[in-house]
């Protein structure tokens, strides 16, 4: 399984981007898709995530600014990032938990290769 994201820049505070991620591969499902940062010397982090269902869990920081949203049938996920602050400046890497067979009793975690944000003020 392989994930691909892109999306990301430049752009000035208070300004938009929008993130993709696209799987590929092998499986049968992916039961939760997400966004996480990392910021220069800090721990990567959740952002958002949605569900095959379509229900989000967001990050107290970026609630009302970022929408999380995915489409099944491509096996993609996006980010929009709206009202961009500095702080909001990192990598961001999309994951996959994803059931390989029918048959799997577990899933497997996918992660893309990232995308930098850079928020400028």
């Known amino acids: 399984v392989q994930l691909q994201a892109s999306g990301g820049g430049l752009v000035q505070a208070g300004g938009s981007l929008r993130l993709a991620c696209a799987a590929s591969?092998?499986?049968?499902?992916?039961?939760?898709m997400g966004w996480y940062c990392q910021a220069p010397g800090k721990q990567r982090e959740l952002v958002a995530t949605?569900?095959?269902?379509?229900?989000?869990n967001y990050a107290d920081s970026v609630k009302g600014r970022f929408t999380i949203s995915r489409d099944n049938a491509k096996n993609t996920v996006y980010l929009q990032m709206n009202s961009l602050k500095p702080e909001d400046t990192a990598v961001y890497y999309c994951?996959?938990?994803?059931?390989?067979?029918?048959?799997?009793?577990?899933?497997?975690?996918?992660w893309g290769q990232g995308t930098l944000v850079t928020v400028s003020s």
């Open positions: 591969g092998s499986f049968f499902s992916i039961n939760v």
């Open positions: 994951k996959a938990i994803v059931r390989k067979f029918r048959s799997d009793r577990n899933d497997y975690q996918y």
């Open positions: 949605i569900t095959s269902g379509g229900s989000t």
